[in-house]
Structures are given as structure tokens and as C-alpha cells.
């Protein structure tokens, strides 16, 4: 398959612990890369290979990877967090492919 | 750090064919997959395909017949041909630098990640008559 599955939304309170997860058979050998995109904004990497922050992301974000699941946690959420976030990888026809992307409300 | 810029026309009629553009600053062209994404109001990204700076391509199957990517790499630019548009191809379309990485252990691969890391501001094509 070529797919990954997201949940399509999820809640946290302020300052509490967020974790979103992308399935798909294409993650039992790609680490989920994962990105937040807010309103008009294009996306941005927030975490990719198995646990790496680009320069300049907080180190709340986190990743991590079991079987055909991987997920990104955000410890101590804060307002800015609200996002949508998106996975992604290759499939096994060597395509690139994205999660349906979570939306990220924060309460 | 490495920036890249698009353009292209925002308004198409039916039938017509999209062209976008994307300029590639302050980066390395080599060794990186150079790929087109696109975003319908209100939904998911849609990879619509890449290529790499020797020229080998790659596309979404679902596009394939109608997308072309080419580069250019004297200017480092890449560009994006989607024919016989119709208002299903309305997104904000995107370019974007792909990465890929490999563990490998002797021969065999372990574990893999690809990853876009650099985005260009993105474009709002509409498709209208």
C-alpha cells in the first residue's frame, strides 16, 4: 500500500502532551518525516530520519518509530503549536507520499 | 541557507497548461531531489513528482500523462508542465528540495528517511473559464 493514515484531528490542553501518528506499510522502512503548516503558510519540517529537529525547532517536537507506525510528540504544547501536520515518505514504488494531516487544536 | 522562489501564472482556463518555475539560492543543486507538491483550499499536499539534477524524473501516477519536470542546471531552476487543466487542478502549488537518507548495514538497507527540508512560498493557480 501505498498510503498513510492520519488521524484527522486531535485536542491538548496548554502545556500538556500531544502525540499524532501516521501508519502506512512504507514505514516499516521509512522513518515519517513531519511537518506543521499554518493558515497560508507553506509547510515546514518540524522532524525527519529517526529522531532529528532542523536548526530552529523547539526540542518539544519529537519523533519516534514502531512497526508500520510512526508518531510525532509535542511535550508542553504551547499556543503556536496549532497546526496542521503532515507525514510523509517514499512507498515501495519509490513515490513520495503524504498523510491526510492532523489538525492540532490547542485548548 | 538555501531559499527557493517560484512563479508562474495564477489564472488558467480549462483545457490550457500550467507552467511554474523555481529558482534555487544559496544551495547545492547536486545530490538532491527537486519535487512539486500541490494543495487544493481546504485539503491535503499532493506530491505531483521530482527530479533530480542529472534529469532522472519521477511523478505521481495519478498525473503522470499530463505532468512534465525539467531543470535547468545553469540557472538552478526546475519547472512544472501540468496540461488540460481543469478546475480539479486549483491548489496552491509548491516547490520544494527533497532529501534522502539511508542506514545501511553491509549491503543491506535498514532504514531509510526522505524529507523535504526547503519550501518555495508557494503559488495559487486557479482554473476557470
Known amino acids: 500500500s501505498s498510503e498513510l493514515t492520519q488521524d484527522p484531528a486531535v485536542s491538548v490542553a496548554l502545556g500538556q502532551t500531544v502525540r499524532i501518528t501516521c501508519q502506512g506499510d512504507?514505514?516499516?522502512?521509512?522513518?515519517a518525516s513531519w511537518y506543521q503548516q499554518k493558515p497560508g503558510q507553506a509547510p515546514v519540517l518540524v522532524i525527519y530520519?529517526?529522531?532529528n529537529r532542523p536548526s530552529g525547532i523547539p526540542d518539544r517536537f519529537s519523533g519516534s518509530s514502531s512497526g508500520n507506525t510512526g508518531s510525532l510528540t509535542i511535550t508542553g504544547t504551547q499556543a503556536e503549536d496549532e497546526a496542521d501536520y503532515y507525514c510523509?515518505?517514499?512507498?515501495?514504488?519509490?513515490?513520495?507520499?503524504f498523510g491526510g494531516g492532523t489538525k492540532v487544536t490547542v485548548l | 541557507q538555501v531559499q527557493l522562489q517560484q512563479w508562474g501564472a495564477g489564472l488558467l482556463k480549462p483545457s490550457e497548461t500550467l507552467s511554474l518555475t523555481c529558482a534555487v539560492y544559496?544551495?547545492?543543486?547536486?545530490?538532491?531531489?527537486w519535487s512539486w507538491i500541490r494543495q487544493p483550499p481546504g485539503k491535503g499536499l499532493e506530491w505531483i513528482g521530482e527530479?533530480?539534477?542529472?534529469?532522472?524524473?519521477n511523478y505521481n501516477p495519478s498525473l503522470k500523462s499530463r505532468v512534465t519536470i525539467s531543470v535547468d542546471t545553469s540557472k538552478n531552476q526546475f519547472s512544472l508542465k501540468l496540461s488540460s487543466v481543469t478546475a480539479a487542478d486549483t491548489a496552491v502549488y509548491y516547490c520544494?528540495?527533497?532529501?534522502?537518507?539511508?542506514?545501511?548495514?553491509?549491503?543491506?538497507?535498514?532504514?531509510?528517511?526522505?524529507?523535504?527540508?526547503?519550501w518555495g512560498q508557494g503559488t495559487l493557480v486557479t482554473v476557470s473559464s
Open positions: 512504507s514505514l516499516r522502512i521509512y522513518y
Open positions: 530520519g529517526k529522531n
Open positions: 510523509n515518505s517514499r512507498d515501495s514504488s519509490d513515490n513520495v507520499v
Open positions: 527530479i533530480n539534477d542529472s534529469g532522472s524524473t
Open positions: 544559496g544551495g547545492s543543486f547536486s545530490g538532491y531531489y
Open positions: 520544494a528540495r527533497g532529501a534522502q537518507d539511508f542506514t545501511m548495514v553491509v549491503v543491506v538497507i535498514t532504514a531509510a528517511s526522505y524529507y523535504f527540508d526547503s
